[in-house]
Nanobody, 124 residues
Framework: QVHLVESGGDSVQSGGSLRLSCTVS????????MGWFRQIPGKERVMVAG???????TYYADSVKGRFTISRDNTQKVALQMNDLKAEDTSVYYC??????????????????WGQGTQVTISS
C-alpha cells in the first residue's frame, strides 16, 4: 500500500520561507509524477508544482513561479522550497503521486495517492 507523508508546514510571516517535504512508502514503480497541491476553503484544489522522475516535466502555477521550487531525489522523496511567502499562500498543502510513465503533466484525476496535508499559514 502506498503512503505519502508531508512535513514542514508552519506559521511564518509574509516574506518568509518554508520547505515542505513528502516521503513516499510502498511504491514499487520506477517512474511517477509527483505534485504539490493546495486547497483554500471554498475553492478547488489546484496543483502549484509538479515534477516527474529524473526531475523532468516540472510544472509551476503562475501564482508561485519564481518563488517556489520543487525538487526530488528519487521516487520516494519530493520537496517544495517556498520563498517570499505571501498571505495568499496560506493553505493546506498536499503531496500527491501519479504512478507510471508520463510525457505530459497529469490531470489531477490521475493522482491516485495523496498525503494527509500540512498546514501553511502566512501572516502579514
Amino acid at each position: 500500500q502506498v503512503h505519502l507523508v508531508e512535513s514542514g508546514g508552519d506559521s511564518v510571516q509574509s516574506g518568509g520561507s518554508l520547505r515542505l517535504s513528502c516521503t513516499v512508502s510502498g511504491y514499487t514503480g520506477s517512474h511517477n509524477y509527483m505534485g504539490w497541491f493546495r486547497q483554500i476553503p471554498g475553492k478547488e484544489r489546484v496543483m502549484v508544482a509538479g515534477i516527474y522522475t529524473a526531475c523532468l516535466l516540472t510544472y509551476y502555477a503562475d501564482s508561485v513561479k519564481g518563488r517556489f521550487t520543487i525538487s526530488r531525489d528519487n521516487t520516494q522523496k519530493v520537496a517544495l522550497q517556498m520563498n517570499d511567502l505571501k498571505a495568499e499562500d496560506t493553505s493546506v498543502y498536499y503531496c500527491a503521486l501519479a504512478s507510471g510513465r508520463w510525457t505530459f503533466i497529469p490531470h489531477q484525476a490521475e493522482f491516485k495517492y495523496w498525503g494527509q496535508g500540512t498546514q501553511v499559514t502566512i501572516s502579514s
